[in-house]
């Protein structure tokens, strides 16, 4: 049998019959067991090897048409979709209007579900073996206009145009066109007049259409005339819904810092941003199965990634909290004193190995960061006194804490008083971690979180362990239970913070009679 099956396998192999050879041993089974006939048995493996097909087919068809996403029929809101006919849709997708070569118009305002029915059409025909392609104006104008300078234009109509059976070309109207690319968008239609299928999507009226194509009213015409010949019109009203309802949340890779005035700018216009950290995405990447790196990969696993975090019980947690323009302001100064600081090391540095011919420069350079250290310290406290001072007079009588973990807390961290101390401590990156599995209990670690605020805790614990005496005492217990001195001052960060959080979340200021046996 053994022998036997290698054999069939080779055979199927040769033939290409994979799905025979794929189930082959299942339906034997199942011809034994019911004592089938052969020629029952030969008849269900060539209906597997026709199924096969027929799916790697669809499978293929859906691949090579481009769809930004799967939408289906079953999917579309028609209570949303003004006007549009659940009797008109099904015919329509019945595709009888490819093979009569007619087109489809789609007309309505944005957020209506336009390129909803044109994606479901499409997937619709590329499931029944239709040969379609999915692009918008823009991408095919650019398409187009390149082979145009490159003289390849009648290589790329045949080959991006005519090849497929159904075209779809959403987003006519949401950019204008030169009188070229009006000229070139004219070649598609009539290339495509009475040959092949087109769906076509537009937020405009067809009265509307010259000021897209160059303001040319005998070009539009032309246009119009080939497109709605042959054509169903499916106009769509509805009410708009905004940008913020119909993007649940909008992922961005921290690279840096080079992402921050985009999130900004996104959290402005009222969407959900989340920020996600790269190592957590490639590791997200991994799970999923993807082995290589690419940026298409890696746009489609943040989609994924946020898709999953939206619909997650931390959704609000992980969301970027936009800064107002005073927290903003005064992030903006601390991150150039710390950057001044780290320049000031490194002339200091260079000033112990330089030549004495050297060192008269270096002073000087020295002088000027020390200078402008005095001038961003002296905003940095005014901009503190001026729009943080209820805050800080909650803070002010609490010992270690100076004005660069004040700047800190107030600019880095304005979920201050806010969260629940377990929250507060997670999002800084000072709480400890659990590591446990079944039986066995693993050391307890911190990581993540923001670094300024963890660089500014560290700083004030250090100085709170010498002159903070709650923060001195808890310290000692610690040391005496024989607990590294590492992990004591990480445990003296998070205490610092907790006490912090619960003092501007009650509104109370510091009374240290309230922490001393905590």
């Not at 269900?44 to 026709?50: S, T, W």
């Not at 390129?115 to 095919?140: E, M, N, S």
């Not at 001195?485 to 912090?500: D, F, P």
């Amino acid at each position: 049998m053994n022998l036997q099956y290698e054999r069939m396998l080779a055979l199927c192999d040769s033939l290409n019959l994979p799905f025979v050879a794929q189930n082959y041993v299942g339906a034997a089974q199942e011809a034994a067991a019911q004592e089938s006939a052969y020629s029952d048995f030969l008849e269900a493996l060539l209906k597997a090897e026709v199924a096969g097909r027929q799916v790697r087919k669809q499978n293929m068809l859906t691949r090579l048409a481009g769809f930004p996403a799967i939408k289906t029929l079953e999917e579309f809101d028609y209570a949303f979709a003004a006007g549009v006919k659940r009797s008109q849709i099904d015919e329509l997708a019945g595709l009888a209007f490819v093979e009569r070569n007619e087109n489809v118009v789609l007309v309505g305002p944005s957020g209506v579900g336009k390129t909803h029915l044109a994606i479901a059409l499409g997937y619709r025909a590329a499931q029944a073996g239709i040969k379609t392609r999915f692009t918008t104006a823009a991408d095919l104008l650019l398409t187009l206009s390149a082979a145009h300078a490159q003289n390849q234009l009648k290589a790329v109509m045949h080959r991006a145009i005519a090849a497929y059976r159904l075209l779809i070309i959403d987003e006519i109207g949401y950019l204008p066109m030169s009188r070229e690319q009006a000229n070139l968008f004219f070649q598609v239609i009539a290339a495509r007049y009475e040959k092949g299928s087109l769906i076509v999507t537009s937020n405009l009226s067809f009265g509307q259409w010259d000021a897209t194509f160059a303001q040319d009213a005998t070009l539009t015409a032309a246009l119009l005339d080939r497109l709605l010949h042959h054509a169903q019109i499916v106009p769509i009203a509805g009410e708009l819904i905004p940008l913020s309802e119909r993007i649940g949340v909008v992922p961005l890779e921290a690279t840096g810092g080079f992402e921050r005035q985009a999130a900004a700018a996104l959290c402005a216009a009222g969407l959900a941003v989340m920020v996600v950290n790269p190592r957590q995405a490639r590791d997200f990447s991994k799970s999923m199965g993807y082995l290589s790196k690419t940026d298409a990969i890696d746009a489609r696993v943040l989609s994924h990634f946020a898709r999953t975090l939206h619909q997650s019980a931390q959704r609000e947690r992980l969301l970027m909290k936009l800064p107002d323009a005073n927290q903003e302001a005064l992030e903006a100064l601390l991150i150039r004193h710390h950057q001044l600081v780290g320049m000031r090391v490194a002339e200091g540095n260079t000033l112990a190995q330089s030549h004495p011919s050297q060192h008269k420069r270096i002073k000087a350079v020295l002088k000027m960061l020390d200078r402008q250290m005095a001038s961003v310290d002296n905003d940095m406290s005014g901009m503190l006194k001026a729009h943080f001072a209820d805050k800080l007079a909650l803070l002010k009588d609490f010992k270690g804490i100076g004005p660069c973990t004040q700047a800190s807390l107030m600019g880095a961290l304005p979920e201050l008083g806010q969260l629940s101390h377990a929250q507060i401590g997670k999002l800084v990156g000072v709480a400890p971690l659990n590591a446990d599995s079944g039986h066995h209990k693993g050391k307890r670690i911190t990581w993540g979180g923001r670094t300024a605020v963890r660089s500014a805790l560290y700083m004030a614990a250090l100085s709170a362990v010498r002159y903070n005496p709650v923060i001195k005492a808890f310290h000692q217990r610690l040391i005496a239970k024989g607990k590294p001195k590492k992990v004591a001052l990480v445990a003296c960060m998070h205490k610092i913070l907790t006490i912090l959080n619960a003092i501007v979340k009650s509104g109370s200021p510091w009374n240290p009679e309230h922490h001393k046996c905590a």
